[in-house]
């Protein structure tokens, strides 16, 4: 039965509502929204002067309203301790989304906690402790004293390495500018710790450390350079999907300015068909390449745009290094780097090679080139907008497969200018600030391997649920039980006990190979179920929050609503363990060390904000000036403050100096990586020896929200279970109907979705909802990882046996194809 | 017959670039929605009931354009030839929904190969055999289908909708 509210009116925001920015806190785009509240003993009315959308109500509104609002744009929740209406609606007057509203965006206020309505009751209300057999609800103050006492047994001034932390590095959701810096500074300025990693990766890391090394930040232009460009380049990206309305409100204006558009990927996707609808068949290429080909691809294509010669040569000249190696190839650099002529040397590879390779015709490779770089008639340079994401991130070889993308961006000139751009699509939002890194080191240490094998004794997890999203996850799961475990028995044992005699126990389960695991969440995770201290944090809009989304443009998300119970922002929550490491190190007479742990007398987010970014970015940026700045914010970096208005950035490297990887010379570099096949370890043995690619990745309607969608009827009504696409004539040979339910399984582990026919799918090639609650693709993806252990989630192989019929959940649903046909 | 002018204008536009919009530019047949008076604070609004059609009106996999709860709520009835989710008359087969897109408004197409209403706005696709369940898009709400009833005479009446009509806070304005 396809969900439906039986909503048949919604209150009417009155035209004195209160009126706050929101900027849409689930994906890079981050779409302006405005949140509106008033009281719930009041309403507005149907005439224009009775409501905050000045128009008559009372009237059927157009297409592209600004006054209307849908169910889900509406809830009930708390503001300051009362009841309140809330509508989150799309800000028709930010640039990023001018009023459109995304599956997910348009759900934010659905998705908020509401005890009337009765959503998301999910949220972690109060601090909880593993106490007789279960998590019981309890204070912050015997929550972080319990952390600070087993965590200061573990640590020491000259060796953390027995503290693990897995913690966001992002921004948008519950991370920001504030929740980064409180964490930084926990971690990285109070403490050291080595071992640590990131929401959605198995290291401490950047995911695209080669376009760094080459000078280039991953986020170079404008989102408007969609609009101004000659070609739209995709690789490895579904924008239509999984960035949605940067798809529809700057890429679709583009194609209809005539932009032609290539996409490389293995699978046909909702982008590649609305591409074709909106600017002819004629001027969309697919390039359908063999799954982890991107090298050899990018490759063959600067091969021939240099041989062509359709390069830029002034801007090699001026902008990138003149010379032949300017850094070597080493553990950790997997490419040396230097100039265009040794690059081009070392990535060589024919049209002939290139088109074997990836199973795609030389005669497409050309017709890519020539899009990509072909001079115009008059001899002007063709703009070129190219945009990559985690089909190559989480691919193979990534150091040199997005090193070999940017190579051909360099070479033609197209980063710094309009209309051009080499950049990452992102998944969240950026906000990033804390002190340095450095320590952790590079390659960053493996940590779930780490912790399979035993090592580390107390883990903090700040937001990351490795149960759902990591790689090898059927092993990481069944390990991290049992050492948990250990200490959840040892607790259990000694129910009653003094605190001190609870934390002797703890330590001697830990020393006995247990795990004591902390976890701050917004919900009880996956991995929260192995928990033994788990801390509520606040989401967006529970909290003030600053972000930037994938052209660097940061917004202030304003609080509109209470977070739930006692539950805190992570800044705070931070702050809180270091105020109880320094109370408990000192009680131990461990001054020098405690003395480590100063500084965190925040009274809010706000004085995170301005410890952090504020102190280190210039002092120019304060919420009262972001506030002004409303929703379409200021482009980072942020350069000053003058006639009232922050002044920001619009493009990065317009002077042609590239600075992001510290070069004094300020000259970019090439990327000298020839092709090498599948480099993770294991990769090419299963591949050989199961029968179906299981590529994974998202879908529109859950993409970023999952972990809040799961007690969203609208999103579990659709997908109960994760979907795995797969050719008709291939289920039909293991007598598969939709909504069959399949067991996939391979060397390494085994996981379950819902059959989903996808006649585009090509035979023995599957597509897998990634990050399911219900069926963890991680579960098959091995431990390989690339250099600087980079996940390759992508080039996973397996085979497939049917489990059930359709259960009943799925009889219903709707299983036809994504594509818009018109009529 | 009065329809909603920026509705169809939407829907011109759409079509000149390529995206064609039958439902919505097909002349209304079978409106007769009575003005209803809301009874005073009831916790539902009043829906008319309307006569939309009689099954005879009906062709297999052919949309009827009609509107409900007035005329400036364009809609479509269906006869899709197998019982069907909210499906009524003698094969359980006759649906109704707004061709109304709950995203941000514009003109649905019905595409008889898959029985899908399809919006040239931006993708969204949603399935008549299932209820109107958005098959992919980027609406946050399943296509509002109507409550339809057939009486001993054939004669097909609408008696409410399933989810809120874009472009009113009420669905009887």
């Known amino acids: 039965m396809a969900y439906k509210r039986n909503v048949d009116r919604l209150p009417i925001i009155p035209a004195d509502a209160k009126q706050h920015n929101v900027t849409c806190h689930y994906c890079i785009v981050g779409c302006g929204y405005k949140a509106y509240t008033w009281p719930v003993n009041k309403q507005g009315g149907t005439a224009p002067d009775q409501n905050a959308m000045g128009v008559d109500l009372s009237k059927q509104q157009p297409a592209d309203s600004d006054a209307w609002y849908s169910p889900s744009m509406y809830n009930v929740v708390k503001q300051d301790g009362r009841d309140v209406n809330l509508v989150i609606k799309p800000d028709k007057d930010c640039v990023v989304n001018s009023g459109l509203g995304s599956v997910r965006g348009a759900r934010i206020a659905e998705n908020r906690r509401s005890d009337k309505t009765g959503t998301q009751q999910q949220r972690l209300e109060e601090p909880m402790i593993w106490r007789y057999g279960t998590w019981q609800p309890t204070s912050w103050a015997d929550a972080l004293d319990l952390v600070a006492r087993v965590t200061a047994r573990v640590i020491d001034k000259d060796n953390e390495n027995d503290l693990f932390v897995s913690m966001f590095d992002h921004g948008g959701s519950a991370g920001g500018y504030e929740n980064t810096w409180g964490t930084g500074k926990l971690y990285f300025g109070s403490m050291k710790v080595k071992h640590c990693r990131i929401h959605n990766r198995p290291a401490y890391n950047s995911e695209v450390h080669s376009t760094r090394d080459m000078g280039v930040d991953e986020l170079n232009y404008n989102y408007e350079d969609y609009e101004l460009t000659d070609t739209i380049f995709l690789i490895g990206a579904n924008p239509l999907e999984t960035q ?43 390039l ?6 991107d090298l050899a691809l990018f490759n063959t294509l600067f091969t021939y745009i240099a041989d062509q010669g359709w390069v830029d040569k002034e801007f090699i000249a001026n902008s990138t290094f003149q010379g032949d190696v300017a850094q070597a190839l080493d553990e950790g650099h997997p490419a040396a780097l230097g100039g265009f002529d040794m690059a081009r040397a070392e990535c060589k590879m024919s049209l002939t090679d290139g088109a074997k390779i990836c199973g795609v015709s030389e005669e497409d490779i050309k017709k890519a080139a020539e899009w990509i770089a072909k001079p115009k008639d008059d001899g002007s340079r063709r703009k070129c907008v190219t945009a990559y994401e985690k089909g190559i991130i989480w691919g193979n070889d990534n150091y040199r497969t997005i090193g070999a993308l940017v190579n051909i961006g360099l070479a033609t000139g197209n980063i710094g200018r309009e209309g051009g751009g080499v950049c990452r699509l992102g998944g969240h939002q950026e906000g990033y600030m804390r002190p ?20 580390g004794k107390v883990h903090h997890i700040w937001a990351n649920d490795h149960y759902k999203t990591t790689l090898n996850a059927s092993a990481f799961k069944r390990e991290y039980n049992r050492r948990t475990n250990m200490v959840k028995e040892a607790m259990d044992a000694r129910a009653g006990a003094t605190r001190e005699e609870l934390v002797e126990a703890i330590v001697a389960a830990i020393e006995a190979g247990g795990l004591f695991s902390v976890n701050v969440d917004i919900i009880h995770s996956q991995i929260g179920q192995a928990a033994h201290v788990i801390l509520p944090a606040v989401e967006s809009g529970e909290m003030n929050l600053t972000s930037m989304n994938g052209e660097r443009r940061m917004r202030l998300v304003e609080k509109y609503m209470d977070g739930p119970g006692s539950a805190q922002p992570d800044c705070m929550i931070a702050a809180g363990i270091a105020q109880n490491l320094e109370r408990v190190l000192r009680e131990q007479g461990r001054n020098e060390y405690a ?60 002077d042609g100096k590239f600075t992001r990887h510290g070069r004094e010379d300020k000259k970019a570099l090439f990327c000298a990586g020839a092709w090498r096949g599948l480099q993770a370890p294991g990769k090419a043995a299963q591949r050989d020896n199961y029968r179906f690619l299981v590529n994974n990745g998202r879908s529109n309607i859950n993409w970023q929200n999952w972990f809040l969608d799961k007690n969203n009827d609208f999103v579990a009504d659709r997908f109960p279970y994760p979907f795995i696409q797969i050719n008709p004539s291939d289920m039909a040979e293991f007598g598969l109907n939709p909504g069959d339910l399949v067991e996939i399984y391979n060397d390494v582990g085994a996981t379950q979705a819902m059959v989903y026919p996808e006649p585009t799918a090509r035979k023995n090639e599957t597509f897998m909802l990634f990050g399911a609650p219900s069926g963890t693709q991680g579960n098959i993806v091995n431990a390989g990882v690339n250099e600087l252990i980079l996940p390759n989630y992508k080039q996973t192989w397996a085979n497939i046996r049917k489990i059930s019929d359709a259960p009943a959940s799925v009889r219903g649903l709707s299983f036809k194809s994504f594509d818009y046909v018109a009529s | 017959m009065k ?11 759409q079509f000149l670039r390529g995206g064609i919009v039958a439902a919505a530019s097909l002349p209304v047949v079978g409106f007769a929605a009575q003005e209803a008076k809301a009874a005073t604070n009831g916790a539902l609004v009043d829906y008319p009931t309307a006569r939309l059609a009689n099954v005879k009106d009906l062709k297999p996999n052919e949309p009827l354009p009609i509107a409900y709860p007035d005329a400036d709520a364009p809609g479509v009835l269906l006869k899709l030839g197998k019982a069907v989710e909210g499906g009524v008359g003698p094969e359980g087969d006759i649906v109704g929904f707004t061709t109304v897109c709950p995203h941000k408004g514009f003109p649905l197409a019905y595409n008889a190969e898959s029985k899908t209403m399809n919006c040239p706005g931006h993708y969204s696709v949603f399935d008549c055999e299932a209820g109107g369940q958005q098959t992919w898009g980027q609406a946050t709400q399943n296509l509002p289908q109507y409550m339809l009833r057939v009486d001993d005479k054939g004669d097909i009446y609408a008696e409410g909708v399933d989810e809120l009509l874009y472009g009113r806070l009420s669905n009887v304005l």
């Open chain 1, 436 to 455: 340095s890194d450095a320590h952790v080191g590079r390659p960053a240490p493996y940590i779930d391997q780490l912790l399979i094998a035993g090592q």
């Open chain 1, 288 to 293: 359908q390449i063999n799954s982890g080909s």
């Open chain 2, 3 to 13: 329809r909603c002018d920026k509705l169809v204008e939407v829907g011109r536009r």
């Open chain 1, 595 to 654: 003395d480590q742990f100063k500084g965190y007398d925040w009274k809010s987010e706000e004085d995170a904000f301005m410890d952090g970014y504020h102190a280190n970015t210039g002092k120019i940026v304060t919420y009262d000036r972001l506030r002004d700045m409303g929703n379409n914010g200021v482009q980072e970096p942020v350069v000053d403050f003058k006639d009232g208005k922050l002044v920001g950035t619009k493009r990065l490297y317009e």
């Open chain 1, 244 to 286: 949605t309305n940067l798809f529809l409100n700057h890429m679709i204006p583009g194609i209809r300015n005539g932009a032609k558009v290539i996409v490389v990927d293995p699978r046909h996707t909702v982008t590649i068909n609305a591409a074709n609808i909106e600017a002819g068949k004629d001027n969309v290429l697919h």
